[in-house]
């Protein structure tokens, strides 16, 4: 019997206020991917799509750029080393403006030692926003290796900035 060819993932664009798009992608029940990028026309952004998943996440995402949601709940598809999978694991238990150190999660997921790493893993995620890597900072509650432009830093402050209420 032939291996069946892995299902292509269903996309969805997410407008956000950032100025850039989300791209959401789903296969088998899970998000496989996040990642931003440029907007495009009004009439690609807006086609329903028929993935609850995807849909549910859209939800999700606006809520959070609302102000309204305190963590994602999405079923992830993390793929990556035990170790990434970890810390990717941790980071997404972060609740909105929730910053901890690259320390703080080594110590979390029992490698005290490996804070460089914890930075490799937040830069290599592929699921941009659900996986917070903007809420890990360096000791000194900076954040490390961004431009004050870059979309980490704009998520940082995004979190940062004060606001009436926050539902959790």
Do not use: N
């Not at 664009?13 to 029940?29: C, E, F, I, W, Y």
């Not at 804070?115 to 592929?126: E, F, I, K, Q, S």
Request: proline fraction near 7%; include cysteine.
């Amino acid at each position: 019997m032939a291996k069946q060819a892995p299902m292509r993932p269903a996309t969805l664009r997410v407008p956000t206020p950032l100025g850039l798009d989300l791209v959401l992608s789903a296969a088998d029940g899970a998000i496989v991917g996040s990642r931003f990028c440029a907007p495009v026309p009004t009439a690609v952004q807006h086609r329903s799509h028929r993935s609850a998943l995807l849909r549910e996440a859209q939800g999700q995402v606006a809520a959070y750029f609302a102000r309204r949601l305190y963590r994602f709940d999405l079923p992830l598809a993390l793929e990556g080393t035990p170790f990434e999978v970890d810390a990717w694991r941790a980071v997404a238990d972060l609740g909105f403006a929730e910053f901890v150190s690259y320390a703080d999660i080594a110590r979390a997921i029992g490698r005290p030692h490996a804070h460089r790493a914890v930075a490799r893993a937040m830069a290599g995620t592929l699921l941009d926003l659900l996986i917070p890597a903007h809420r890990v900072i360096g000791a000194d509650g900076q954040l490390k290796g961004v431009t004050r432009t870059s979309l980490r830093a704009r998520l940082f402050r995004f979190e940062s900035a004060p606001t009436a209420s926050r539902s959790r």
